[in-house]
């Protein structure tokens, strides 16, 4: 299984948009601080994930999510700032 992620700071406009094979094993590396993008915004929130069986699929779905269009839409549906 595949996990698209989405981790949020209160207060911030930083967000953090992943892919894993392992959502628990990944959120355990950043709360550690094994996960150098995210280590400056602890502590954030996990608010949005997908699972997809297909990689290929999970993929995809994660690069048209980095978009400016993309994210757009996805915090505008989870009322993020």
């Given at each position: ?7 949020t ?37 996990l ?35």
């Open positions: 299984m595949f996990f698209i992620y989405l981790l700071k209160e207060n911030s406009d930083f967000h953090y948009l992943g892919l894993t094979n392992s959502l628990s094993k990944r959120l355990k590396q950043h709360r550690s601080g094994q996960y150098l993008p995210t280590n400056d915004h602890w502590p954030m929130d608010v949005y994930y997908e699972a997809y069986e297909d990689k290929g699929l999970a993929v995809e779905r994660e690069e048209s999510l980095k978009t400016d269009d993309g994210l757009g839409e996805l915090k505008k549906r989870l009322k993020l700032k």
